[in-house]
């Protein structure tokens, strides 16, 4: 049975960083290309990074480039985030995600994805 857990959200000021991680089980983590996507209040599913199955290849949204760092321990079985000067919009809820596949790079939108976690809250607010 896939399961995703994540952790490290949390409640910070503007300019904060947090790291977020995604613990996983139930299927072989190193050859799933990974993602992270996020909810904001009111609004709909946003796709934020992908990061390639061997790491050496990560992808984001525009509104996160040369903020957010996605990254993976794939002896751990556990995805990361790392969230720098951070904004009020960012103000999410973060899922990790994983297509039903392996070694299939998922489209940047939240339909491409089967598995899901449920998700770490992550408030920026002064």
């Known amino acids: 049975q896939v399961q995703l857990v994540e952790s490290g959200g949390g409640l910070v000021q503007p300019g904060d960083s947090l790291r977020l991680s995604c613990a996983t089980s139930?299927?072989?983590?190193?050859?799933?290309?990974m993602s992270w996507v996020r909810q904001a209040p009111g609004k709909g599913l946003e796709w934020v990074s992908t990061?390639?199955?061997?790491?050496?290849?990560?992808y984001y949204v525009d509104s996160v480039k040369g903020r957010f760092t996605i990254s993976r321990d794939n002896d751990k079985n556990t995805l990361y985030l790392q969230l720098n000067s951070l904004k009020p919009n960012d103000t999410a809820v973060y899922y990790c995600?994983?297509?039903?596949?392996?070694?299939?790079?998922?489209?940047?939108?939240?339909?491409?994805?089967?598995?899901w976690g449920h998700g770490t809250q992550v408030t920026v607010s002064s």
């Open positions: 139930g299927f072989t983590f190193s050859n799933y290309y």
């Open positions: 990061i390639y199955s061997d790491g050496r290849t990560t």
């Open positions: 995600a994983a297509p039903r596949q392996a070694y299939i790079i998922p489209e940047p939108v939240p339909s491409a994805y089967d598995f």
